[in-house]
């Protein structure tokens, strides 16, 4: 059974870093692409980033590159999302999903929920 | 950069049919995927590659595409499936998924 567990829920200051983590199980983790998809308080479902863990290839969405980093460490089957430094904005639901061929997504993560408060 | 366009919402009553659309200028080239999304859960896939339908979700779930609209019917709409419904396919070079705005499907 193919599964994705997400780390847990957290809170933050604006300006402090953050890396959330998505463990893949029940499949080939090294040899499909994973992705994290954000949706914010109300709204849809934002694509932000895809890696490959087999070579560490990464494709970023416009809207979010050079603002957060992807990154996955096969030996442990996880896939990992980063900012440097956090803003209010950043405020979402993360979810991180395995990715058909960079078709869509075909199973997904309980979601990583962020919050950005002063 | 490339969008696909989705009604805000759609209501129906239960047991007629809904139909959501998703627009889209790749749609003819890019195959369309749906999710559906219930309150404080993850999307599941409901239909994929325009018109196939994973196990487990009931018949009632059906997909066309036609030019650049691709659309989610259900037939027979239940309570249950009162959701928000999101579509979603690559850009027009495969390069990358983009989604649609969601819609929200109330069942009256």
């Known amino acids: 059974e193919v599964q994705l567990v997400q780390s847990e829920a957290e809170v933050k200051k604006p300006g402090e870093s953050l890396k959330i983590t998505c463990q893949g199980s029940?499949?080939?983790?090294?040899?499909?692409?994973i992705g994290w998809v954000r949706q914010m308080p109300g709204k849809g479902l934002e694509w932000m980033a895809l890696i490959y863990p087999g070579d560490s290839d990464t494709r970023y969405s416009p809207s979010f590159q050079g603002q957060v980093t992807i990154s996955a460490d096969k030996s442990i089957s996880t896939a990992y999302l980063q900012w440097s430094s956090l803003k209010a904005s950043d405020t979402a639901m993360y979810y991180c999903?395995?990715?058909?061929?960079?078709?869509?997504?075909?199973?997904w993560g309980q979601g990583t929920l962020v919050t950005v408060s002063s | 950069s490339y969008e696909l366009t989705q009604p805000p919402s759609v209501s129906v009553s239960p047991g007629q049919t809904a139909r959501i659309t998703c627009s889209g200028d790749a749609l003819p080239k890019q195959y369309a995927y749906w999710y559906q999304q219930k309150p404080g859960q993850a999307p599941v896939v409901v239909i994929y590659?325009?018109?196939e339908r994973p196990s487990g979700i009931p018949e009632r779930f059906s997909g066309s595409t036609s030019g650049t609209t691709a659309t989610l019917t259900i037939s027979g709409v239940q309570a249950e499936d009162e959701a928000d419904y999101h579509c979603?396919?690559?850009?027009?070079?495969?390069?990358?998924?983009?989604f649609g705005g969601g819609t929200k499907l109330n069942v009256l």
């Open positions: 590659k325009d018109s």
């Open positions: 999903a395995r990715a058909e061929r960079l078709n869509y997504f075909d199973y």
């Open positions: 979603q396919s690559p850009d027009s070079s495969g390069t990358y998924p983009v």
């Open positions: 029940g499949y080939s983790f090294t040899n499909n692409w």
